[in-house]
């Protein structure tokens, strides 16, 4: 059963955005410290961005800083990636994860959703 659950992938020619949205269905993401991942075949999962719940911090990966911006929307209970200028390196399967800070409570993977961005 999903908890956590990724939307707004799609295909997109490069130059093009796409919004990402992460919603947690029975549990409040402002608690926990969101992270985005993205896959692509044959290669290692990557970090792409995450938002820190304590202080809102936010941190992006060389690869996609001044393209990406991560944001809470706590009436939504949701967080979102706002991808602009992509490129097809970018293509990949992106993951959210939410991460607690208290040891005793789990953590959350998504089951993701497929960006392709291509001509």
């Known amino acids: 059963q999903l908890q956590l659950v990724e939307s707004g992938g799609g295909l997109v020619q490069p130059g093009g955005s796409l919004r990402l949205s992460c919603a947690a269905s029975r549990f409040r993401l402002d608690y926990y410290a969101i992270g985005w991942f993205r896959q692509a075949p044959g290669k290692e999962r990557e970090g792409v961005s995450c938002?820190?719940?304590?202080?809102?911090?936010?941190y992006y990966a060389d690869s996609v800083k001044g393209r990406f911006t991560i944001s809470r929307d706590n009436a939504a209970n949701t967080v979102v990636l706002q991808m602009n200028s992509l490129k097809p390196e970018d293509t990949a399967v992106y993951y959210c994860?939410?991460?607690?800070?208290?040891?005793?409570?789990?953590?959350?993977w998504g089951q993701g959703t497929q960006v392709t961005v291509s001509s």
């Open positions: 994860h939410a991460g607690p800070s208290n040891p005793f409570s789990r953590d959350y």
């Open positions: 938002i820190i719940s304590s202080d809102g911090s936010t």
